[in-house]
C-alpha cells in the first residue's frame, strides 16, 4: 500500500506498508513503515518489502531495543559460560545501554558501529588491537548480530575484520609482550627455589612449589591451583601429571573443567624431571603432619592449600594467583631478572615452554600443543614467539 502524505514531518513524501497475512495463523503480521521521495522509489520499496517477507525475515522484530535484547542474549547463554566470560559480556550489555540506550536493533548500522568504536577509544583512552577492551565489545556486538542474520537483519552491522576497518593502523598500540626466560634464567630461578624451600619452613612452600611445576609444565596458574596429589602419574615411563579440573580466584571454586574442555576431559601435560616428583612427595607427608598438628584437613587432597590462613585451608582454598606472581617477581629481583618492560607473570613460563616446545628439533607440534592444552592454531599464534636463546645463537652465526 503507498499513500502520499499530506501532513506531518513526512509530507510530500510516500507511505509505503505492507500486510502480509500468516499463511498458518491466518492473522495479520506487522511490519515497519517506510518512507520513500517518490512514487516510483515507493513501488520500488514495496517489492523490496515482500520480498524481504517472502525470504523469511522477521523486520518488525528490529524494532526491539538494541541494548535490551543484548542483554537478554546473555542471560539466556549465563548457564553455557563460566562466570569470568559473562562478567566480560555484561560489561559490553553496560557500555551498549549508555552509548546506544533506546536505539533499535534495525537502526544500528555499521556507522554507528564504527562511531562507538572510536566514541569508546576515546573517552576511555583505550588501546586498539587484539585482546584489547574496545575488540571484546566488538567481538560480542557482532556474535550478537550474526544470530540474527537472515531472520531480523539483511547484514551484521559488525564487519568481519572490524578494527582494521574502523581504525587506521596508526591507531593501534603494540600489544605489551609476554616476558620470555631463557635457558640460563629457568636454571637460575629453579636452583633459587630449591635453595629457598630448603631454608624455609613448610607454610612459605606452597608459592615456590607451584612456580617450580609451572616452571616445568607450563600449566595455567588455575590448574596448578587445582593439582592434586593423585595427579602426579607417568606416561610412557615418564612422570608427568594428568589434570582434568582447574580453579577459578573470581568464583573461588574449581570450574570441574579445564578450559575449553567437556567435563569429563583429561589431559597429561609435558613430563616433569625425578627431583620435582620427590619433592612432592616430601611436601605431601609434611603436609600432612602440619594438617594433623593444626586439627585441619585434606579431603580433596589438594597439593596448594593455603596453609598461611587456617581459615581458608578449612575451607579447601587454595593459594592465588597473585601470591604465585608476587613470589615469582620476588625470586626474579633477587636474580636480577627484571622483564625489561615486558609483562613477567606465571603466564611466562607458559609462554617460555610454548616457544621453546616449537624451536626444538623433532618435536611434533600437535603434540606440543595438546601437551599444553591448546588447539595447534592458538598454540602457533598465541604462544609461539622467538626464542631468545635460538635468537642469539642466529646471531652469533649470521656475524661469524
Known amino acids: 500500500m503507498i499513500k502520499?502524505?499530506?501532513?506531518?514531518?513526512?509530507?510530500?513524501?510516500?507511505?509505503?506498508?505492507?500486510?502480509?497475512?500468516?499463511?498458518?495463523?491466518?492473522?495479520r503480521e506487522s511490519w515497519p513503515v517506510d518512507y520513500a521521495s517518490n512514487r516510483k522509489t515507493a513501488?520500488?520499496?514495496?517489492?523490496?518489502?515482500?520480498?524481504?517477507?517472502?525470504?523469511?525475515?522477521?523486520?518488525?522484530?528490529?524494532?526491539?531495543?538494541?541494548?535490551?535484547?543484548?542483554q537478554k542474549y546473555i542471560e539466556q547463554r549465563k548457564n553455557t559460560i563460566s562466570l569470568v566470560t559473562y562478567r566480560d559480556w555484561d560489561n559490553s550489555s553496560k557500555e551498549f545501554k549508555k552509548y546506544f540506550k533506546n536505539t533499535k536493533i534495525r537502526d544500528v548500522t555499521e556507522r554507528l558501529v564504527e562511531q562507538f568504536a572510536h566514541d569508546f577509544v576515546r573517552k576511555h583512552k583505550a588501546t586498539v588491537g587484539r585482546a584489547t577492551v574496545i575488540d571484546h565489545h566488538l567481538t560480542h556486538m557482532r556474535s550478537f548480530f550474526k544470530e540474527l542474520v537472515g531472520k531480523v537483519i539483511k547484514e551484521n552491522p559488525v564487519p568481519e575484520q572490524y578494527l582494521d576497518k574502523f581504525f587506521r593502523k596508526s591507531d593501534f598500540s603494540i600489544s605489551k609482550q609476554r616476558y620470555l626466560?631463557?635457558?640460563?634464567?629457568?636454571?637460575?630461578?629453579?636452583a633459587q627455589i630449591q635453595?629457598?624451600?630448603?631454608?624455609?619452613?613448610?607454610?612459605?612452600?606452597?608459592?615456590?612449589?607451584?612456580?617450580?611445576?609451572?616452571?616445568?609444565?607450563?600449566?595455567?596458574?588455575?590448574?596448578?591451583?587445582?593439582?592434586?596429589?593423585?595427579?602426579?602419574?607417568?606416561?610412557?615411563?615418564?612422570?608427568?601429571?594428568?589434570?582434568?579440573?582447574?580453579?577459578?580466584?573470581?568464583?573461588?571454586?574449581?570450574?570441574?573443567?579445564?578450559k575449553a574442555r567437556p567435563k569429563g576431559?583429561?589431559?597429561?601435560?609435558l613430563p616433569i624431571s625425578q627431583d620435582l616428583v620427590d619433592f612432592i612427595n616430601t611436601y605431601n607427608k609434611q603436609q600432612k603432619e602440619f594438617l594433623k598438628y593444626h586439627d585441619l584437613t585434606n579431603p580433596k587432597?589438594?597439593?596448594?592449600?593455603?596453609?598461611?590462613?587456617?581459615?581458608?585451608?578449612?575451607?579447601?582454598?587454595?593459594?592465588?594467583?597473585?601470591?604465585?606472581?608476587?613470589?615469582l617477581k620476588k625470586?626474579?629481583?633477587?636474580?636480577?631478572?627484571?622483564?625489561?618492560?615486558?609483562?613477567?607473570?606465571?603466564?611466562?613460563?607458559?609462554?617460555t615452554l610454548c616457544t621453546k616446545l616449537a624451536n626444538k628439533p623433532g618435536i611434533s607440534y600437535p603434540w606440543a600443543a595438546e601437551k599444553m592444552g591448546?588447539?595447534?592454531?592458538?598454540?602457533?599464534?598465541?604462544?609461539?614467539?622467538?626464542?631468545?636463546?635460538?635468537?642469539?645463537?642466529m646471531m652469533d652465526n649470521w656475524m661469524s
Open 374 to 393: 591448546n588447539s595447534l592454531s592458538i598454540f602457533m599464534r598465541v604462544y609461539v614467539k622467538a626464542d631468545r636463546d635460538i635468537n642469539r645463537k
Open 195 to 258: 635453595t629457598e624451600l630448603n631454608n624455609t619452613t613448610i607454610a612459605n612452600w606452597g608459592t615456590r612449589l607451584a612456580i617450580w611445576i609451572d616452571l616445568e609444565t607450563g600449566m595455567r596458574p588455575g590448574e596448578i591451583q587445582a593439582l592434586r596429589f593423585k595427579n602426579i602419574t607417568a606416561e610412557d615411563g615418564y612422570p608427568t601429571f594428568k589434570i582434568n579440573d582447574s580453579w577459578s580466584d573470581y568464583s573461588r571454586k574449581f570450574n570441574g573443567t579445564l
Open 181 to 190: 626466560f631463557t635457558n640460563t634464567e629457568l636454571k637460575a630461578i629453579k
Open 4 to 27: 502520499k502524505m499530506t501532513t506531518g514531518k513526512h509530507k510530500g513524501e510516500y507511505q509505503v506498508r505492507i500486510q502480509p497475512i500468516n499463511k498458518i495463523t491466518g492473522k
Open 301 to 327: 587432597g589438594l597439593i596448594f592449600l593455603n596453609l598461611h590462613d587456617y581459615k581458608t585451608c578449612a575451607n579447601n582454598i587454595p593459594i592465588t594467583q597473585k601470591s604465585m606472581n608476587e613470589m
Open 265 to 269: 576431559y583429561s589431559r597429561y601435560c
Open 43 to 70: 513501488k520500488s520499496l514495496e517489492r523490496q518489502m515482500w520480498a524481504d517477507y517472502e525470504e523469511g525475515l522477521q523486520l518488525a522484530d528490529g524494532s526491539a531495543i538494541f541494548a535490551d535484547e543484548f
Open 331 to 351: 625470586i626474579c629481583g633477587k636474580l636480577n631478572i627484571s622483564g625489561n618492560g615486558s609483562q613477567l607473570s606465571m603466564y611466562s613460563f607458559r609462554h
